[in-house]
């Protein structure tokens, strides 16, 4: 890490929906960041605010205290990390790799075993609360790892979010993700489900959102994503084909630990419905068109 008080030099991998407005947020903290993206155009847009490119992998590592991804997917991490030109073999000793991607608990493991190699420490810290968090900053953070390499970088969450929590070792806050997107894909589909319903049976959907939003039944996802759903609107924040893979995880996650997730299985099999359909590219609030097209076709 910097020394005399500096703010450390970040590298930041991964400029999609989410990692561009993370990225943006600590730059305008006054951290110096070191940026790379597959696609050349967040990269230009946040340079231009005073960041610096590099590529490859390897290379941002080199320049850089603490080094972030925000992928994708598992395979997408260990190719950026394990590579020939990737992080690990970049990272310098005493630096600081934390993975923001959601991915399998096994992978966050993994790659985390490859960068302590190397004489650096490891994060896994996947977030929740999608675009509008990131954007501004009130994310979630669950991660895993050791206490002293937490300690050390939590300014730099708190850049990004608000409720952050240390949960365990290297692939806790993946178990702790999987758990995330477990209650909200369900949540997601139980408040399609209870719209469509009243709108169905012939009563007025809004109405019913809002007197739910009084009552025990209030939640997040009933308000921002419910609004959605009666908006039509379904411009991706966070992509249903991205909530699928999760759901993947999620249920192998249940079957390595012997639990029975049935709610689970239903979940995935709703993702996937849905993006069989071609909505894998919309917001994961379009599960809502698959019980709004029933319901339509039955009136």
């Given at each position: 890490?910097?020394?005399?008080?500096?703010?450390?030099?970040?590298?930041f991998i991964g400029l999609g929906i989410m990692g561009r407005p993370m990225a943006r947020n600590l730059l305008r903290a006054g951290y110096p960041l070191v940026v790379f993206n597959r696609s050349r155009g967040p990269v230009d847009e946040l340079v231009k605010?005073?960041?610096?490119?590099?590529?490859?992998?390897?290379?941002?590592?080199?320049?850089?205290?603490?080094?972030?991804?925000?992928?994708?997917?598992?395979?997408?991490?260990?190719?950026?990390?394990?590579?020939?030109?990737?992080?690990?073999?970049?990272?310098?000793?005493?630096?600081?790799?934390?993975?923001?991607?959601?991915?399998?608990?096994?992978?966050?493991?993994?790659?985390?075993?490859?960068?302590?190699?190397?004489?650096?420490?490891?994060?896994?810290?996947?977030?929740?609360?999608?675009?509008?968090?990131?954007?501004?900053?009130?994310?979630?953070?669950?991660?895993?790892?050791?206490?002293?390499?937490?300690?050390?970088?939590?300014?730099?969450?708190?850049?990004?979010?608000?409720?952050?929590?240390?949960?365990?070792?290297?692939?806790?806050?993946?178990?702790?993700?999987?758990?995330?997107?477990?209650?909200?894909?369900?949540?997601?589909?139980?408040?399609?489900?209870?719209?469509?319903?009243?709108?169905?049976?012939?009563?007025?959907?809004?109405?019913?959102?809002?007197?739910?939003?009084?009552?025990?039944?209030?939640?997040?996802?009933?308000?921002?994503?419910?609004?959605?759903?009666?908006?039509?609107?379904?411009?991706?924040?966070?992509?249903?084909?991205?909530?699928?893979?999760?759901?993947?995880?999620?249920?192998?996650?249940?079957?390595?630990?012997?639990?029975?997730?049935?709610?689970?299985?239903?979940?995935?099999?709703?993702?996937?419905?849905?993006?069989?359909?071609?909505?894998?590219?919309?917001?994961?609030?379009?599960?809502?068109?698959?019980?709004?097209?029933?319901?339509?076709?039955?009136?």
């Amino acid at each position: 890490m910097s020394a005399n008080g500096a703010k450390p030099t970040i590298g930041f991998i991964g400029l999609g929906i989410m990692g561009r407005p993370m990225a943006r947020n600590l730059l305008r903290a006054g951290y110096p960041l070191v940026v790379f993206n597959r696609s050349r155009g967040p990269v230009d847009e946040l340079v231009k605010e005073g960041a610096k490119a590099a590529a490859p992998s390897q290379e941002v590592a080199q320049q850089s205290d603490v080094v972030i991804t925000m992928l994708p997917d598992s395979p997408d991490v260990e190719s950026v990390v394990l590579g020939s030109h990737g992080v690990a073999a970049g990272i310098k000793k005493g630096a600081i790799y934390i993975d923001m991607s959601t991915i399998a608990p096994a992978s966050a493991r993994k790659v985390a075993e490859a960068v302590q190699q190397n004489g650096a420490k490891a994060l896994d810290a996947p977030v929740s609360g999608g675009e509008k968090g990131a954007i501004e900053a009130t994310l979630s953070i669950m991660v895993g790892g050791q206490q002293d390499a937490f300690d050390a970088v939590l300014p730099i969450f708190q850049t990004m979010g608000k409720n952050i929590v240390l949960v365990g070792p290297n692939g806790a806050g993946q178990i702790a993700k999987a758990a995330n997107q477990l209650v909200v894909g369900l949540t997601i589909e139980a408040v399609a489900e209870a719209l469509a319903l009243a709108e169905a049976a012939g009563v007025d959907p809004a109405k019913v959102r809002a007197v739910l939003l009084g009552g025990f039944a209030q939640s997040k996802i009933l308000d921002l994503h419910g609004q959605r759903m009666l908006d039509h609107n379904f411009q991706p924040g966070f992509k249903a084909r991205l909530h699928q893979k999760d759901m993947r995880i999620v249920t192998q996650t249940a079957r390595e630990a012997g639990i029975d997730a049935p709610a689970a299985q239903l979940a995935l099999d709703r993702f996937t419905k849905l993006v069989d359909g071609g909505g894998g590219e919309k917001d994961h609030s379009a599960l809502f068109t698959l019980v709004e097209t029933k319901a339509a076709a039955k009136r």
